[in-house]
């Protein structure tokens, strides 16, 4: 299949991959919306090296501790000494069993480290808003004092402060603009490997679209009773002329009259015609002896 027959079927499937589409949209509104709404609290420390020699080792030292201190943060040693540090937060948020401990942490803080340029920046997500700024500040005091399970300060290294925690005003989480953006993404490249797997099915459902539309364009599927007249209203007969004066429509048929003798089609001349006691002028024959009353006419004998 070349591109411009695949273009081709790409348009006249377009209601499949809008399909696809809506199906992806729903599904991805769901996910998100089933997820809790958390906030996020931003805020970024700086490692000092007063002592150091040359721009060298401060670049490698700084790399160093800041993949350090970013792979503690995430440890459990580091949560169990944020439980126990005097810092004011909710600690029944992290309630529970190690592993589950662990798991919900994982998902509330997220560090990351700037190389050699010696920045880390640490996000929190929290379904509330101030306990995610609590929390921030918290893991901020931890790591400038020192009072970690790794010592972050000595007289070499010394950490601070260069942008205070600042919470966002909505829910980041889920990021329901870029799940919807994805959710269109999917959808899009689903619908259309459905009609590169299928294209006949594809040219059939086009093939009976367009037959459907030519039948409906026509008159006599557009109104079935277009080239009938209304139904009029049925009026009696007052000349009594159409058998006991029943209801007739003269639209439609006219009351039955007789034809003049003179119109009458002539009986054959083997035939008794008598006009007064029929409409067409023929009269049975009366039955023979033979057919009369004889039983041996049925068994035939």
Same mark, same amino acid.
Do not use: C
């Given at each position: 299949?070349?591109?411009?027959?695949?273009?081709?079927?790409?348009?006249?499937?377009?209601?499949?991959?809008?399909?696809?589409?809506?199906?992806?949209?729903?599904?991805?509104? $769901?996910?998100?919306?089933?997820?809790?709404?958390?906030?996020?609290?931003?805020?970024?420390?700086? $490692?000092?090296?007063?002592?150091?020699?040359?721009?060298?080792?401060?670049?490698?030292?700084?790399?160093?501790?800041?993949?350090?201190?970013?792979?503690?943060?995430?440890?459990?040693?580091?949560?169990?000494?944020?439980? *126990?540090?005097?810092?004011?937060?909710?600690?029944?948020?992290?309630?529970?069993?190690?592993?589950?401990?662990?798991?919900?942490?994982?998902?509330?803080?997220?560090?990351?480290?700037?190389?050699?340029?010696?920045? $880390?920046?640490?996000?929190?997500?929290?379904?509330?808003?101030?306990?995610?700024?609590?929390?921030?500040?918290?893991?901020?005091?931890?790591?400038?004092?020192?009072?970690?399970?790794?010592?972050?300060?000595?007289?070499? *290294?010394?950490?601070?402060?260069?942008?205070?925690?600042?919470?966002?005003?909505?829910?980041?989480?889920?990021?329901?603009?870029?799940?919807?953006?994805?959710?269109?993404?999917?959808?899009?490249?689903?619908?259309?490997?459905?009609?590169?797997?299928?294209?006949?099915? $594809?040219?059939?459902?086009?093939?009976?679209?367009?037959?459907?539309?030519?039948?409906?364009?026509?008159?006599?599927?557009?109104?079935?009773?277009?080239?009938?007249?209304?139904?009029?209203?049925?009026?009696?007969?007052?000349? *009594?002329? *159409?058998?006991?004066?029943?209801?007739?429509?003269?639209?439609?048929?006219?009351?039955?009259?007789?034809?003049?003798?003179?119109?009458?089609?002539?009986?054959?001349?083997?035939?008794?015609?008598?006009?007064?006691?029929?409409?067409?002028?023929?009269?049975?024959?009366?039955?023979?002896?033979?057919?009369?009353?004889?039983?041996?006419?049925?068994?035939?004998?």
């Amino acid at each position: 299949m070349d591109n411009k027959d695949f273009q081709k079927l790409l348009k006249q499937g377009r209601g499949t991959v809008v399909a696809f589409i809506l199906f992806f949209l729903i599904i991805g509104l $769901i996910v998100s919306l089933a997820q809790p709404l958390k906030y996020k609290s931003n805020s970024r420390l700086l $490692i000092v090296q007063p002592n150091a020699s040359d721009a060298y080792t401060v670049a490698r030292s700084n790399e160093y501790i800041g993949n350090l201190t970013v792979g503690v943060i995430s440890s459990g040693s580091f949560l169990d000494a944020l439980k *126990n540090s005097k810092a004011v937060f909710d600690r029944n948020y992290f309630a529970g069993n190690y592993k589950d401990s662990i798991k919900k942490w994982n998902k509330t803080v997220f560090a990351r480290s700037g190389g050699d340029t010696g920045i $880390i920046e640490i996000e929190i997500y929290h379904t509330d808003k101030k306990e995610a700024e609590r929390l921030s500040l918290a893991v901020n005091d931890l790591i400038v004092s020192g009072a970690g399970p790794y010592r972050f300060k000595s007289d070499q *290294n010394l950490i601070t402060v260069i942008d205070q925690p600042v919470v966002s005003s909505f829910p980041v989480k889920p990021n329901l603009p870029l799940n919807l953006t994805l959710s269109l993404v999917f959808g899009f490249l689903a619908g259309a490997s459905y009609i590169y797997l299928f294209p006949e099915r $594809i040219r059939a459902q086009a093939k009976a679209k367009k037959r459907k539309k030519i039948m409906a364009s026509a008159p006599v599927y557009q109104n079935p009773y277009a080239y009938q007249p209304a139904a009029p209203t049925p009026t009696a007969d007052p000349n *009594n002329n *159409n058998y006991g004066g029943y209801f007739t429509y003269p639209e439609y048929t006219e009351p039955y009259q007789e034809p003049p003798l003179a119109e009458r089609p002539t009986p054959p001349v083997n035939l008794p015609f008598s006009p007064e006691t029929n409409f067409g002028g023929y009269e049975p024959q009366e039955l023979g002896p033979e057919f009369r009353g004889n039983i041996n006419n049925v068994i035939g004998e």
